[in-house]
């Protein structure tokens, strides 16, 4: 039972398909008394997903309307970020203020890389858990049958942002996500690339190869999965030829 | 139906306990006629880990002797490894060759990262698929509820026996995995560290806090787990403090 007016939050990976939702996830989404969701806008195909689950596991969800987030790619990048993560939190506290309980969030892949659920939800200042999923990164290397580093050897995980720099400082493997701009292209040298949009939709797309020699294929096929899902997000691995 | 005589292989993650099984590794087990795991002697409890899957799933397990590795840090590690997936393919091909169909290996946590079963099933020269899993990182991540970089930044995956070398090359936010010997304890400068022992497991252990100040919680709970479960794996996150 949960003391009068005060609230938990459970925030919980449901993986990239909806056949990705591991056992305790399923039983953490329904523990809850609702799910909070983002709506980014009309027909916003990943909150019509999370729909999907709700439905399936028999909690509601109630959508928020997403504050708008300054992409331009501003010189604050971070203040920017940190004043988005402010807004989302302040519109989730009202929904959970009027409708005390145990509220969950449903993050596509996991928390771990890339997804600011954590961060928002530090600032309602309650109590909350966290269950993984399995990520983009782990998907990708599945699909693609790879291991993420060679033997014994690390792997960066990082963002097409800072993809040019990395390579700069002397790094010949690395996992890229969050690049809406195939960043890749730009660099210099002997790349193989395993590369996929929108991994775990029916129109997931892969393109692996030599990097000088996929690229345009890349282009291609990240279109068509823009085209076929009304979104696009891609993730890859980049190993320098030896 | 199979073609007489002719095998695939289905590698599948399985999550880091029994909970974090997905739908589609489940389906995926059912779908083997036989789990192959390796079996490391006496007692192996991670064999009987696998055992409980199978049981569960209802699909028999045929352990098969691990072949014995050089671990004492040999001049030649790379070679070693090499090796040593080559005598794991060739135990696995035999019985394989006695008993055509699909065939399962059982990845605890996710094939993507410090695990040999893809590179010894390619040595196999058999159709193969993979399935991911919730990963050690992930699960630790979710336990300490942490983003595994900070905003926009990088993380380094590394191991143990490079952890030294990554940081005097300057990075400052890094995952260990397969650190048998606490690299961490003998770096130098101001760290964080979330770290965590035998994730999943019912004597699992974590233990969070400055470094310096942390070191010798970290050994104990590390014997503890040790003593608990008959094995230790750990994985940590290290972020110098600013």
């Known amino acids: ?39 980014k806008g009309p027909g916003d195909p990943l909150l019509a997903l999370r729909r999907a689950i709700c439905a399936d596991v028999g909690v ?12 331009d790619d501003p010189a604050d990048y971070d203040g920017a970020v940190l004043d988005w993560h402010d807004a989302r939190a302040a519109a989730y506290d009202s929904v959970i203020l009027d409708r005390p309980g145990t509220v969950g969030f449903l993050v596509w892949g996991d928390p771990a890389f890339y997804d600011s659920t954590i961060r928002v939800v530090e600032r309602l200042r309650l109590e909350y858990d966290v269950l993984p999923g399995v990520s983009a990164l782990s998907l990708l290397a599945a699909r693609h049958r790879v291991v993420l580093h060679e033997v014994g050897r690390p792997v960066l995980v990082t963002t097409g942002r800072r993809l040019v720099a990395e390579v700069a400082a002397g790094h010949d493997n690395l996992v890229v996500m969050l690049d809406g701009r195939l960043q890749a292209a730009d660099l210099d040298g002997d790349w193989d690339i395993w590369w996929g949009a929108n991994l775990g939709s029916p129109h997931e797309e892969l393109v692996a190869g030599r990097l000088g020699d996929v690229v345009s294929s890349i282009r291609q096929a990240r279109e068509r999965a823009r085209d076929a899902d009304g979104w696009v997000m891609d993730t890859y691995l980049l190993r320098r030829r030896r």
């Open 1 to 39: 039972m949960i003391e009068l007016g005060v609230s938990r939050v459970r925030i919980i990976g449901i993986g990239c398909h909806p056949g990705q939702l591991t056992a305790e996830s399923r039983a953490a989404i329904a523990s809850c008394d609702y799910i909070i969701a983002a709506d």
């Open 60 to 71: 509601e969800l109630v959508a928020v309307a997403d504050p708008p987030r300054d992409r």
